[in-house]
């Protein structure tokens, strides 16, 4: 499919403006874009799996009101200034709906995806969605000033050449044009902790393939090795939602929907299991 059928105007403009900042070679054409998430939470009262079925479109937090990070996608907010600054305003006159998504580029070939840390689960995005997607290191939050498309790409060095926590090292992507699972998605990639589980039923009506990588496990006797990374309260937290000494996605999602708990100290529980977890 001709890549202009797949964009609209703002992305567009949006590629060439971030092309005009960038340098380097062609990313590889074997690389990925994902988009991390976790895939057993509940919004306004339905499940993200089954919203995402009904649509068949991943929208950005800007439609959403959601996300794994800072929630400041709002006009005027955090989030608008940093696209408005990245894209040069080709987006400030945007509809939400159009605003692009983000992801990483999962250029270590990690089996949990690009960036873990914003979820157990990601979408695994074709060629194509890489071709249509701007890049930058670090994260824009924190005002990059180094950026990239898939034929200049000069940020894999960069990461390569820092010394940052696995769960900060990604190159961020925005994915500009909807992003469609029957078109862009080559597959749902979910932790095993979800087999048997409503998760399952659901991906699985997705008009995407599923897969599973090898899966992210915490015993409690590896959390408690590391206090100072997140911070005491929330080993202490972890250690008393676990079960059978582990914790496990499940485990924190299971958590996170009985309300009982404040969703950003399980967010840093769930960056244990991230950073120090693995397969059983």
Known sequence: MDLRDELHSYGARALRHVAD???????HPSLRVTLNFHPDRINAGRHLLRELGDGGIYLSQFVTGTGN??????????????EQRIFGGCYDEAPPHLRPVYGAL?????????????GSAHLRL????VARSTFCYPDSYLQPSAFAVAGRMSLIGLALADEQDMLDDYVEAHVHGPVRLDRDVEALVLDP??????????????????EWHPGLRLPVAELRRHPEYRGPEFVELGAA???????????IGEAVRTGRYEPQDLKRVWHYVARFGGPA
Do not use: K, M, Q
């Not at 999962?106 to 914003?118: I, S, T």
């Not at 074709?126 to 969605?129: D, K």
């Not at 902790?193 to 599923?210: D, F, N, Q």
């Open 69 to 82: 990070g800072g929630l400041t996608a709002f006009p005027g907010g955090d989030r608008w200034v940093w």
């Open 106 to 118: 999962n250029f270590r070939l990690r089996p949990v995806g690009g960036a873990p840390r914003f």
């Open 241 to 251: 939602i676990a079960v059978g000494g582990e914790l496990t996605p499940r485990i």
């Open 193 to 210: 902790s979800y087999r048997g589980t409503e998760v399952e039923t659901l991906a699985h009506r997705l008009p995407c393939p599923v």
């Open 126 to 129: 074709t060629a194509g969605a």
């Open 21 to 27: 900042l960038s340098d380097g070679p062609p990313v």
